[in-house]
């Protein structure tokens, strides 16, 4: 028996990278998982070779109608929803003077008034011992250069967990946040495997001095949408390797 054995959950951002290592972890362990992306070919070759306890949603995480979609598919395909992963995201790095408000708007669109619509939608199908997994990032702890737009967006996530984790805890709703810190991903131009700075590089500099494995933060999220965190609600879970501890950058 896994630890999400019996529980339906959905993920959104989870074709590639971190979000398809949250969906193989949560099938794993036990969970059906519908999750989307508007990556579709590669969402669809993802459910695929998974099959089983596993559905592929086409999702544009901006959109309200969207977002009724998928959690509607979920329940007719499910039965249930307890579980909901604020996965997807988008990472630029340009200086505020380079930026045009359409770049501000557009990060903040898809990192941040996502995970509130997500939350909106899907708390309204979620049963008591539901919990929902927003995952924002170290620059919602801290600031980063040439980062306005996505920092704001993560500063953004951590305000709308508590403030979600306050409104829904009377169903019996759990929220909390994870904060990565740098994770190897294609996001950021390396492999899942590529976890060691070559040279002296800013992960060089960590108590733990490399990049994140997916797997990694996977493991965390888990934690939270399992009843092994029945008592956490409301919080910052952070997985940096030391990052904000004041050894990075």
């Known amino acids: 028996m896994g630890k999400l054995a019996g529980k339906v959950a959905l993920i959104s951002g989870g074709a590639r990278g971190m979000g398809a290592s ?40 901006t959109s309200e109608r969207d977002w009724n979609e998928i959690v509607g598919r979920t329940v007719s395909d499910f039965g249930r929803l307890d579980i909901l992963v604020n996965n997807a995201g988008i990472l630029e790095f340009r200086a505020i003077a380079d930026s045009t408000v359409d770049d501000f708007r557009r990060i903040l669109e898809v990192n941040l008034v996502s995970q509130w619509l997500g939350i909106k939608v899907a ?6 011992g539901g919990s929902v997994v927003n995952i924002s990032s170290v620059n919602g702890l801290v600031g980063g250069t040439n980062l306005s737009g996505y920092t704001v967006s993560k500063f953004g996530v951590r305000g709308l967990t508590k403030a979600a984790a306050l409104e829904l805890g009377a169903k019996g709703i759990r929220v909390n946040s994870v904060h990565p810190g740098g994770v190897a991903t294609k996001m950021i131009g390396r492999g899942e495997d590529e976890v060691t700075d ?17 797997r ?17 609600t409301g919080a910052e879970f952070v997985v940096d390797g030391g990052l904000t501890a004041g050894a990075g950058f």
């Open 216 to 232: 990694e933060i996977s493991e965390m999220v888990l934690f939270l949408a399992s009843d092994d965190a029945r008592y956490c």
């Open 123 to 128: 708390s309204a199908e979620m049963s008591d």
């Open 198 to 214: 070559t040279g002296a590089g800013p992960m060089s500099r960590l108590p733990i001095p490399r990049y994140a494995k997916v």
């Open 22 to 61: 949250h969906v193989r972890t949560f099938l794993a362990e036990g969970a059906a998982v519908v999750f989307g992306d508007v990556l579709v070919e590669e969402g669809k070759q993802l459910a695929a070779e998974l099959g089983g306890n596993c559905r592929f949603v086409p999702h544009d995480v």
